[in-house]
Nanobody
Framework: VQLQASGGGLVQAGGSLRVSCAAS????????MGWFRQAPGKEREFVAT????????VYADSVKGRFTLSRDNGENTAYLQMNSLKPEDTAVYYC????????????????WGQGTLVTVSS
């Protein structure tokens, strides 16, 4: 499956942004979707994951209550709504798809998008 992330940009602290991940090539609802992020000089870290139906999500503690992950299987797209953004949320955000139950580990995901940069200014 091919993944295309989009929607990143520059936003002030406290603002909101929605990033999207459009999938093509294979049946989208066969895959668990995840979002990860990587800040300069840091390792890639888990942000959120959503199961195949979209009924179950898991979030990193750092984004819980601020970020919402959803998916539209009819549109083959996953959405990460980010509210109350903080400067420490600045990173390249990557979407990923995996033939798994769900996981916080990047190595468990089979396909990756190219990343979209989110910059939060203070």
């Amino acid at each position: 499956v091919q993944l295309q992330a989009s929607g990143g940009g520059l936003v002030q602290a406290g603002g909101s942004l929605r990033v999207s991940c459009a999938a093509s090539g294979r049946t989208f609802n066969n895959y668990v979707m995840g979002w990860f992020r990587q800040a300069p000089g840091k390792e890639r870290e888990f942000v959120a994951t959503i199961n195949r139906s979209g009924r179950s999500t898991v979030y990193a503690d750092s984004v819980k209550g601020r970020f919402t992950l959803s998916r539209d299987n009819g549109e083959n797209t996953a959405y990460l709504q980010m509210n109350s953004l903080k400067p420490e949320d600045t990173a390249v955000y990557y979407c990923a798809a995996g033939s798994i139950v769900w996981s916080k580990e990047p190595a468990q995901y089979d396909y990756w998008g190219q990343g979209t940069l989110v910059t939060v200014s203070s």
